[in-house]
């Protein structure tokens, strides 16, 4: 069944007995879109022809006429088998610990088995701020991992993508590179909080436009190059690994770097990758940046247990991971404008953050997991 209805299907379930009303149901399910209650209608026709249900004699969803719909199959509810903690963390993000629900079908010989867990789910921003404003525009954030300094992507005098290393609160911005365009995927900070690293072009002899990754002091300085013919590099928390994205005849493959120099190709096709705080896990789309459809993955370091968190087509623009490890923010497009979602690292519905006619790309979360950072623009990004 589609998204709709399988999201019918899980607030019915999860309020076995209790006649849902139908503006109940189109606010919890279509949260950012206005719709009419034949859209609800269609959903739960869809959501009968799944189950094989009889409106006239349903096994489990009934019309209750005037009001809205009710669950009517038995319902075993448990905990979850896994310990999730419940927090607050400060800046008032609110986390939500779901629990697994379990739909029994009475006298049938096959069963549907509903997984609602939503481990520590943001909710949408309740305050939105202007954090810098920079003439060319501000792009690409990125934060320390001490969340003092963000640096971010804008065009300079010379028409250069240069980075700029700003801090909330002061208006000045520090350019970091001049003659080198910065290009591709959103830069990202050293473990140490000592470099930036960033990807920027150039054509080999061949007339082949190749990625290389650079880094530059914080301080400022002269950049250098860090690896060649890959984009979009990330360190462990312990620096003492890196993963980027490498291009090749047969796509663009995801890379982990060991401190010795040894590599191990852990995606066939890989764009934006993160590690999580913990650094057990890497989260990738296959979704180029520059332009084509994909998914979000998340993989473990050595290429082992990789999960699928989306199912597209989606068009990708940045990802992070929430402060705890919890799930993946992201930036992602259908038919219309980017928008920010939220979806756990363990699977389930993505949950939207943003909605509106703005263009939202680029997350960044903080260290303490208290503020979401993106872009947010129409003709020009700010951050």
Do not use: C
């Not at 209805?5 to 007995?17: C, D, I, M, Q, S």
């Not at 939500?96 to 921003?125: F, K, N, Q, T, Y």
């Not at 060649?228 to 890196?242: V, Y």
């Amino acid at each position: 069944m589609g998204e709709r209805a399988f999201g019918v299907l899980v607030e019915l379930a999860t309020h076995p007995g209790e006649t849902l009303d139908k503006d109940t149901l189109i606010e919890r399910v279509w949260p950012d879109v206005g719709v009419s209650d034949e859209a609800l209608s269609q959903a739960v026709h869809e959501l009968r022809r799944a189950l094989g249900d009889n409106p006239r004699a349903p096994s489990f969803v009934q019309t209750v006429h005037g009001r809205g719909y009710r669950f009517v199959a038995k319902v075993d509810e448990a905990e979850s088998s896994e310990q999730v903690p419940a927090a607050r963390p400060a800046g008032g993000v609110h986390w939500v610990v779901g629990v697994v629900v379990v739909v029994v079908l009475a006298g049938a010989a096959v069963g549907v088995w509903l997984v609602r867990r939503v481990d520590s789910r943001p909710e949408p921003p309740q305050r939105i701020e202007e954090v810098v404003r920079l003439p060319g525009g501000a792009f690409k954030p990125a934060i320390s991992p001490d969340g003092r300094f963000v640096a971010v992507v804008s065009s300079d005098e010379g028409g250069y993508h240069s980075l700029f290393l700003v801090r909330r609160g002061i208006p000045n911005a520090l350019q970091l590179t001049r003659g080198v365009d910065v290009r591709g995927p959103a830069p990202t900070f050293s473990a140490d909080g000592n470099w930036v690293f960033f990807t920027s072009y150039r054509s080999d002899v061949r007339d082949r436009v190749l990625p290389d990754v650079w880094r530059v002091s914080v301080l400022g300085g002269r950049p250098e190059v860090l690896v060649e013919g890959a984009s979009a590099a990330h360190q462990h928390w312990s620096g003492k690994q890196l993963v980027f994205s490498r291009p090749g005849l047969g796509g663009t493959s995801l890379v982990v770097r060991e401190a010795d120099g040894s590599e191990q190709e852990i995606a066939r096709q890989g764009f934006w990758p993160r590690w999580s705080p913990d650094g057990d896990w890497i989260a990738y789309t296959t979704s180029d940046p520059e332009g084509g459809n994909g998914d979000l993955f998340v993989v473990r370091p050595n290429g082992n247990e990789r999960r699928q968190l989306t199912r597209g087509p989606w068009q990708f623009y940045g990802l992070a991971w929430t402060a705890r490890g919890e799930g993946v923010v992201f930036a992602a497009a259908r038919e219309g404008p980017f928008q920010l979602w939220w979806v756990s690292k363990d699977g389930g519905l993505p949950v939207r953050l943003t909605v509106g006619a703005g263009e939202d790309s680029g997350p960044v979360v903080t260290p303490d997991g208290s503020s979401l950072l993106f872009v947010s623009g129409h003709m020009q990004g700010n951050l």
